[in-house]
């Protein structure tokens, strides 16, 4: 990796990658063991490369586990198991910004509801000119 020999820190990303998910042809996680050798392939090679760390998503845990054994960096799961180093959730799944719940997220909040009714209330005050409030607004300076 150009940006590891540079000095610059490189965390890698094998397994499914949503980013590319139309040069990839769609979302692809990595269940099929056939595709396995190839995943642990890629993680060696980022891990020679340079990256300090490597982000694996939407594997089957057996395959996250041979992965972790494989390299001498630190993995790091996204929809990989309990069987890698660390784990990582995207913030708006976590907290339910979403309607759509990916398999391996696990919500720790319904932020979807919470936002609709403050945006409904916000929309029904200003329609009815409840806000903004004298509270509200700036009063001129004296003088």
Not at 50 to 61: K, P, R, T
Request: glycine letters at 10%.
């Amino acid at each position: 990796m150009y940006l590891a020999r540079r000095g610059i820190p490189v965390m890698a990303h094998i397994g499914l990658m949503p980013q590319a998910m139309n040069t990839a042809g769609g979302f692809r996680a990595a269940r099929d063991e056939a595709l396995w050798d190839a995943v642990i392939a890629d993680a060696k090679a980022v891990e020679a490369a340079g990256a300090f760390s490597v982000v694996i998503e939407g594997v089957a845990e057996p395959l996250a586990a041979r992965i972790t054994e494989a390299v001498s960096i630190p993995t790091i799961g996204i929809g990989a198991s309990a069987k890698c180093d660390g784990q990582i959730l995207v913030f708006e799944d976590m907290v339910g910004l979403f309607p759509r719940v990916p398999t391996f997220v696990k919500r720790y909040g319904a932020m979807e509801a919470m936002m609709d009714d403050a945006v409904s209330r916000y929309a029904a005050e200003v329609r009815s000119r409840a806000f903004p409030g004298e509270e509200h607004t700036y009063k001129p300076k004296a003088g």
